[in-house]
């Protein structure tokens, strides 16, 4: 008697199911863009009025902090996506680390350019409470990206130059070599006396 394995009758999938939950999670993304559409400009430009108090001199400092420093951070760590050792699923990750360290200037930015109600509410507590926030905020930004732009230029420089240095060393070193081994068959055996 011989026993013969059983195999497993292939799954059905449920396309229903699928489809019904893709469907519940877009309306989920909906409902939450538009209640932090609502919350979030009004909250952010609250936070900002308070760490300034309507301090025209800590309100430029305070912009030029978050300006400089939550767009420069955000993309070094976006930029070590671009190296080759990172998997696909992990390059995707540091983009969204990068585009989550970069929330204070995005939030700011809903603020500057946004059409809602709240983002002009939030325009109205800024341009009051903190008077050039909203544009040290983007000039910081802007020097940001043309300091990353120069440190990735610089970067690229050196290690080209390095390799460059390190292509010269061993054609150096292999000149040397082959010096040595010309110069000991043109002597050849030295005769005893």
Do not use: C
């Not at 430009?45 to 025209?56: E, F, M, P």
């Amino acid at each position: 008697m011989t026993e013969q394995a059983q195999v497993p009758a292939p799954k059905k999938r449920n396309w229903g199911v699928k489809i019904i939950l893709i469907l519940v999670a877009l309306l989920v993304a909906v409902a939450a863009y538009f209640i932090l559409g609502a919350i979030l400009p009004r909250w952010w430009s609250d936070v900002i009025a308070g760490q300034i108090k309507r301090d025209l001199g800590a309100s430029v400092l305070v912009g030029m902090f978050y300006g400089f420093v939550f767009t420069f951070i955000p993309l070094l760590v976006a930029w070590q996506a671009t190296r080759k050792a990172v998997a696909w699923p992990w390059k995707i990750v540091i983009v969204l680390v990068a585009v989550a360290i970069a929330t204070p200037n995005l939030l700011t930015a809903g603020i500057a350019f946004g059409t809602t109600e709240s983002a002009h509410a939030g325009q109205r507590t800024l341009s009051v409470d903190a008077g050039f926030f909203t544009t040290w905020t983007a000039v910081s930004a802007i020097a940001a990206v043309v300091v990353f732009i120069a440190v990735t230029v610089l970067w690229a420089l050196w290690r080209r130059r390095g390799k460059q240095m390190k292509a010269l060393k061993q054609a150096e070193s292999q000149r040397v070599k082959a010096a040595k081994t010309a110069a000991a068959q043109t002597q050849g055996p030295t005769p005893n006396a």
